[in-house]
């Protein structure tokens, strides 16, 4: 009997089944969300320079990016004046941000969940990173937040610790 054809076999059968987890754990989808408006000089200044970056960018390109109209006085605005792709996540960005207002917003939503929200702007570089660590499955370039503090600051009240390399 031939022992190269069960070994070649088994072989087969364990590299499918390592594809097939590895497709499990892959990001399907990924948004990025940028909440402000034209009364948040940041995020003016974020629109004219860094996102014609990340439009330009490869990596930006496999994702889906979301524009939020919102004041600075306001927290996230209700479900009616979001983008319809959003409007799933609305309890979910209302629980991330505390309920706190200000601007901008900006957050990764992934596979329904969000994966990370801040406040404040990020680079392009910086948001090109990210993204790239989340459809490459490597580790994140910070730590992430899944819940701000409703408080007067800008802390984080429930924090995923950042990815070491391994």
Known sequence: MNVRLPIAFAASVLIGWVRVA???TDPQ???FVHMGGNDCPPCVAWRANELPKLQASEQFKK???AYVV???KSP???AAFLPAELRPFKDQLDYASGGRSGSPHEAFIVDGKVYDYWFGVKRADEIEAAVAAILNGTAYPNSRCLKRTGGGDRSCEVRVPRERES
Do not use: N, S, W
Request: aromatic residues 6%; neutral net charge.
């Open 29 to 31: 989808e990924v948004i």
């Open 22 to 24: 590895d497709a499990a």
């Open 70 to 72: 919102k004041t600075v």
């Open 63 to 65: 994702i889906r990016f």
């Open 76 to 78: 996230v605005p209700a």
